[in-house]
């Protein structure tokens, strides 16, 4: 049976979990498994400026230049959110940018991130798959813009919510969704072709400096391995501070298990249904909820994933990083 090889679109606002997914989809591209159409920054993690410089700074780092980065879209939420720059680093990337190459792309001349979601989805509509890694105030936008325009994404598979799990910004919220709620409510509300990877599954995969060692192992002088070893050990402080690995040395790589549903399903299991999203509670803004009662559901809008096969995903996702390295 022939193969179409996936056509994806990364929206991210890097961010140290957001570098190591991006870096693990390049080395995908490079062996040949994945298409990357585009990139669209996400205003999130830090200022959408910043994560434009990132995810700009990964491309240049790993030969991608002629990638187009959209810039992020700023300015859905009511103005409550606080971004993640005590747990990234300030510039997003564990204040490691200046150590990077010289960026290509230009935020001053970059198109916004929602033309970019726009015109390319129209170019082959039921074809691109949309990776969203940070709020979803680019893919609202989007739809706000042309309406429908997110029906002609194949799927979109989301890093956001807290279902059973606590969440990470409030007891009840969980960042990427908590940052824009009305953007996740439009998205939730517009579209059934959404995969849902919440903290309740991200929470489990941790990556540790062992793991960076690995990498770092089979291409020493790699500047590509020399990033994933520093981010590391900046990660790891900041998750060590703000108690995120149950005093594990590691970090959490939340945003990694949106490839693993791509590329390595059998590690993941899921559930579906409605999911929705709070946008009023004075405790409980950004929540997200599935209907888990057994009766007969309707309407359902996502796959949402309820376990996860850390050890398989940190092993493949290692192997994948050396690829990369090697190259
Ligand atoms: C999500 O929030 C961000 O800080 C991470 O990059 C991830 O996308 C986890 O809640
Ligand atoms: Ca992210």
Redesign the pocket.
């Known amino acids: 049976m022939a193969t179409t090889l996936p056509k994806l679109i990364l929206d991210t606002?890097p961010?140290g979990?957001?570098s190591l997914a991006f870096l693990w989809l390049l080395s995908l591209v490079n062996q040949g498994k994945a298409e990357l159409i585009a990139v669209t920054s996400a205003d999130?993690?830090v200022h959408a400026r910043l994560t434009f410089v990132a995810a700009a700074k990964l491309l240049a780092l790993c030969g991608h230049e002629a990638i187009e980065v959209g810039r992020g879209v700023i300015g859905g939420s009511e103005g409550d959110a606080e971004d993640?720059g005590y747990?990234?680093g300030a510039d997003g990337m564990g204040n490691l940018s200046h150590t990077l190459p010289a960026i290509a792309h230009s935020y001053e001349t970059a198109r916004p991130a929602d033309e970019v979601l726009i015109e390319k989805l129209k170019q082959a509509p039921g074809e691109i798959t949309i990776v969203a890694?940070?709020p979803l105030t680019n893919l609202a936008a989007a739809e706000k813009k042309s309406p429908g325009v997110l029906h002609l994404a194949k799927e979109i598979v989301i890093?956001g919510g807290a279902f059973a799990a606590p969440g990470?910004i409030t007891p009840e919220a969980?960042?990427?969704i908590a940052y824009d709620p009305e953007a996740a409510q439009l998205v939730f509300a517009t579209c059934d072709n959404l995969i849902v990877l919440p903290?309740d599954v991200?929470r489990h995969v941790v990556f540790t400096p062992a793991m960076a060692a690995q990498v770092m192992e089979v291409a020493p002088t790699s500047p590509i391995s020399k990033f994933v070893v520093d981010l590391c050990q900046f990660m790891v402080g900041t998750a060590l501070a703000y108690r995120e690995t149950e005093g594990q040395q590691g970090f959490l790589v939340?945003?990694a298990s949106t490839l693993a549903y791509l590329f390595y399903p059998e590690t993941l299991r899921f559930r579906r249904g409605q999911v929705e999203i709070e946008t009023e509670g004075k405790w409980t803004r950004g929540k997200t909820l599935l209907d888990n009662r057994h009766a007969i559901k309707l309407t359902a809008n996502a796959w949402v994933a309820t376990d996860v096969d850390s050890v398989n995903v940190l092993a493949l996702m290692i192997e994948d990083l050396k690829l990369l390295v090697k190259a």
Do not use: R
């Open positions: 606002d961010g979990d957001d999130g993690n993640a747990i990234h890694i940070g890093m990470n969980e960042f990427n903290l991200t939340h945003d």
